[in-house]
T-cell receptor
Framework: KNQVEQSPQSLIILEGKNCTLQ??????????LRWYKQDTGRGPVSLTI?????NTKSNGRYTATLDADTKQSSLHITASQLSDSASYIC??????????????FGAGTQVVVTP | GAGVSQSPRYKVAKRGQDVALRCDPI?????LFWYQQALGQGPEFLTY????????KSGLPSDRFFAERPEGSVSTLKIQRTQQEDSAVYLC?????????????????FGEGSWLTVV
């Protein structure tokens, strides 16, 4: 069973609108959670990184939140732009030597921004 | 270089052919990872190097897959006797973290991937 679940699987939003993507994980003990943006045909690009002691992290119009108690994270996109169309992937890292490198990836949320 | 470089970007192989995919990580990065990404899915872990040492290869799907990083910089992922199910994007990533408990949360940088199609 995947230890990182993302929702929704896909969404379509109008340019200029806001949206929120969800990530639930079961990885334990938890070390850090990352959000990546992956354009079609490209490698993932890091948006935010949060350790277990952080609740929120912003990167421009992207704001990530983390609740380590409920094992949930969200990525909020403000004032969406056409260039935001991409897959957004949640990546969770465990806090043991066995888990180093074995990042748990969600399947991603495919976001399409329309004019 | 400025980022993680992978080559070839695209490779079409006939079933049964051997392929080699190259990854040139960011200079000085200790950790290097290989992932396999099927269409519409998130990347799946294949193997992890710390310098030249392959510390984890538990994600390699079969003994047809082999990875090396002999001098602790460039890495090669080799797939022998390719099968159609090997068709995927192979992503390489690197980090300056030295492994162990990854509390620092340093950025993991990904390459653009090598798109392998086996026909």
């Amino acid at each position: 069973k995947n230890q990182v679940e993302q929702s929704p699987q896909s969404l379509i939003i109008l340019e200029g609108k806001n949206c929120t993507l969800q990530c639930n994980y079961t990885v334990s003990p938890f070390s850090n959670l990352r959000w990546y943006k992956q354009d079609t045909g490209r490698g993932p690009v890091s948006l935010t990184i949060m350790t277990f002691s952080e609740n929120t992290k912003s990167n421009g119009r992207y704001t990530a939140t983390l609740d380590a108690d409920t094992k949930q994270s969200s990525l909020h996109i403000t004032a969406s732009q056409l260039s935001d169309s991409a897959s957004y992937i949640c990546v969770v890292s465990g806090r043991t030597t066995d888990s180093w490198g074995k990042f748990q990836f969600g399947a991603g949320t495919q976001v399409v921004v329309t004019p | 270089g400025a980022g993680v470089s992978q080559s070839p970007r695209y490779k079409v192989a006939k079933r049964g052919q051997d392929v080699a995919l190259r990854c040139d990580p960011i200079s000085g990065h200790v950790s290097l990872f290989w992932y396999q990404q099927a269409l519409g899915q998130g990347p799946e872990f294949l193997t992890y190097f710390q310098n030249e040492a392959q510390l984890d290869k538990s994600g390699l799907p079969s003994d047809r897959f082999f990875a090396e990083r002999p001098e602790g910089s460039v890495s090669t992922l080799k797939i022998q006797r390719t099968q159609q199910e090997d068709s995927a994007v192979y992503l390489c990533a690197s980090s300056q973290d030295r492994g162990g408990i990854p509390l620092s949360g340093n950025t993991i940088y990904f390459g653009e991937g090598s798109w392998l199609t086996v026909v």
